[in-house]
Nanobody
């Protein structure tokens, strides 16, 4: 079992920045992909950004150029620096991890990001 705990959400004005962090614990050996998804009420959860254990990254089109994902394998953490936030970025952001050993996906409970004036 892998436990993911997010932090760093909050209220920010348009154009502002936030950094989300996620710490993994438990059966962490074998975690490959880690990253972030987000979900608005009534919508499907969507990819924001992911990073592999080797450092390869993948961003959604909306995140490219504004968000930066980073990972510290020694500390088992993944972070998302979000710049130039806009109201459409408002969502619950979920930390994600994929375990290569059992091919299971794990999710955190989410952290809320609200962007408004």
């Amino acid at each position: 079992q892998v436990r993911l705990v997010e932090s760093g959400g909050g209220l920010v004005q348009p154009g502002g920045s936030l950094t989300l962090s996620c710490a993994a614990s438990g059966r962490i050996f074998g975690i490959d992909m880690m990253g972030w998804y987000r979900q608005d009420p009534g919508k499907q959860r969507e990819l924001v950004a992911v990073v592999s254990s080797a450092g390869g990254t993948n961003y959604s089109d909306s995140a490219k150029g504004r968000f930066t994902i980073s990972r510290d394998n020694a500390k088992n953490t993944v972070s998302l620096r979000m710049n130039n936030l806009q109201p459409e970025d408002t969502a619950m952001y979920y930390c994600y991890a994929n375990h290569s050993g059992n091919a299971m996906d794990y999710w955190g409970k989410g952290t809320l990001v609200i962007v408004r004036s």
